[in-house]
């Protein structure tokens, strides 16, 4: 994912053309399957982009709803079901090119391995799909992919890379929990372009003014930005409701604006403990085959790496996962699971395509392992993709059943304490 020319290594195959196309339709189909009806979108997922720095001061999570408020003061619920389902489509060509191009830059005895590792992410259940289905329609995740993405083709441009921190901000200003979810990608690759350049100063300025950005702006988002300034959520909601006829979720402002996490940290702990056993076996169960994978590819890459750096490297790709360990203790299981895998598949991408030479050997093995055994290949993707359909309704369906009569419990709390 880099700027860098190889023309002389492209694939010569006549079907180059095709790529992007193919992984584009193969998105947009999981897409119009998924896609909910204008009455199935999530109140919890919509209400964000009804808050906005006019109304509420340089507060956290209100950079997208500002913006959606400069272009209109009143968004219909057709009107922003077809914004989102176009914002999700131009992520799905963005994708779909960035991953072509990426193909195309690959010599023809590396190109197996990246097929295999596209197929992979795009039959994976916890993949860009999370995003599709109604509970996550419309989620600021969408943006810090894109943003993400973004980042990552120009992090080798000589210019462009000096607005990485800009974009670290303003990811963590759309949502705070980007240091825990998508910010491991960028960071591994900043550390490993210093190791790359041989530690030059640009190098180790741009990765130490982004880190200090991605830490002080999550510091002030999380910590430091007041509530709002308002009696209750409820009266947020009735200066909101005439944007929109959509329904707004009064809880979640209470929880995001209202209550200190104090007040309901521990009875959110026993939400997690209601799903937190079925959960956690229905994922190992749909994602062996993908852990297997990374598993082999980070601890293989670990042993061919020639020194000491190079496998602190591979070590920090396998321990990103760890990075999210703390948001977990919100409840949106499929979307950090998600991120843990995004973060997997745009490491092991970016890896392939800057040449870094242990990963792309272990790649290779493993890509050269399953295109010889292609039924093994063929059932892999199938079992993944028959589980991109149906898992992630069925895991919420769980979550919702076993934590609501907590969750209730945990909201009158909430309102008490407000009162």
Known sequence: MTYTSHNNSRLASPAKKYYEIFIFAVLMFEFVVLCPGIQQLNPWAVTPYFLSYQ??????????GSIFKMFSEHI????????????????????????????????????????????????????????????????????????????MLIVRHKYLKWLIPVLCFIAVATYQGY????????????????????????????????????????????FFVSGFDYKSAEAVVALLQPRTDLALSANEIIFEYFVNVNTWFFDELKIIQSFAVPYTICVLIATFPLIAVFLTLW???????????????????MAAPMMSLPIFI????????????????SLAFYFLDSGFDCILKSADKIGGYLVKHKILFVFIVLFLSTLLFALPRFLFMIMQQSAVDIFNTVLEKAKESLQ
Do not use: H
């Not at 530690?199 to 002080?216: M, P, V």
């Open 299 to 317: 601890s293989s890459a670990f042993k061919k790496a020639q020194d000491k750096f190079s496998k602190f490297i591979i070590f920090l790709c």
């Open 330 to 345: 919100g409840n949106d299981w499929d979307r950090w699971i998600s991120a843990v895998f995004i973060t997997q598949f």
């Open 179 to 222: 240091v825990m979810t998508y910010m491991p990608i960028i960071a591994v690759i900043l550390i490993y372009e210093c190791y790359k350049n041989k530690f030059k100063k640009s190098s180790i300025g741009l990765c130490s003014i982004t880190f200090l950005i991605i830490i002080l702006s999550s510091l002030y988002f999380q």
């Open 76 to 151: 219909s619920s057709s009107a922003f079901y077809y914004c989102i389902i176009i914002i999700i489509t131009c992520m799905n060509a963005f994708i779909a090119v960035t991953l072509g191009k990426v193909l195309r830059r690959s010599t023809n005895d590396k190109a197996d391995s990246l097929k295999v590792f596209i197929m992979l992410f795009l039959a994976s259940p916890f993949s860009l799909s999370f995003l599709f289905y109604g509970e996550n329609f419309g989620r600021f995740d969408t943006y810090l992919i894109i943003i993400t993405v973004i980042m």
């Open 55 to 64: 109304d509420f001061g340089f507060n956290s999570r209100l950079l997208i």
